[in-house]
């Protein structure tokens, strides 16, 4: 399995769910699971998919700029960084963005996030 493929096909399933049922995340993540967003901590897939779902937007577009990844540790993980654009309907601008996911594995060629890191670049 080619860990770039894996984090590629991972980024383009993530950010289409996102974009167009945010709901739909919560399969991504368990209970173990954490989200930094714009510094503010969340645990638990309850309370990320909370978090996702209440963002004071309804329609979003991701532009993915860049994936990089490497493996993490003995236990088949990997981190993935993006960076890229995200359009809000209500937005004029594309607002930059970087994005750290930590993916570890449930199964052959199956992953949940253990670790996602969000923050807005401004500048």
């Known amino acids: 399995m080619d860990p770039d493929s894996v984090a590629k096909a991972f980024v383009d399933h993530y950010y289409t769910t996102f974009d167009t049922n945010r ?6 993540y368990q209970e173990g699971s954490m989200l930094t967003f714009e510094g503010t ?7 990320i998919t909370g978090k996702l779902t209440s963002l004071p937007f309804t329609a979003c577009k991701h532009q993915v700029t860049t994936v990089d990844c490497q493996p993490s540790g003995p236990g088949g993980g990997m981190l993935v960084f993006v960076s890229g654009a995200l359009q809000v309907a209500e937005g004029e601008h594309p ?7 930590h993916l570890m ?10 670790n996602d890191m969000f923050r807005l670049n401004y500048g």
């Open 105 to 114: 594995p449930v199964g052959p060629g199956n992953f949940y996030v253990q």
């Open 95 to 101: 607002l930059k963005f970087s994005q750290m996911f």
């Open 41 to 47: 901590k969340f645990m638990g897939a309850a309370a």
């Open 23 to 28: 709901a739909a995340l919560v399969g991504l």
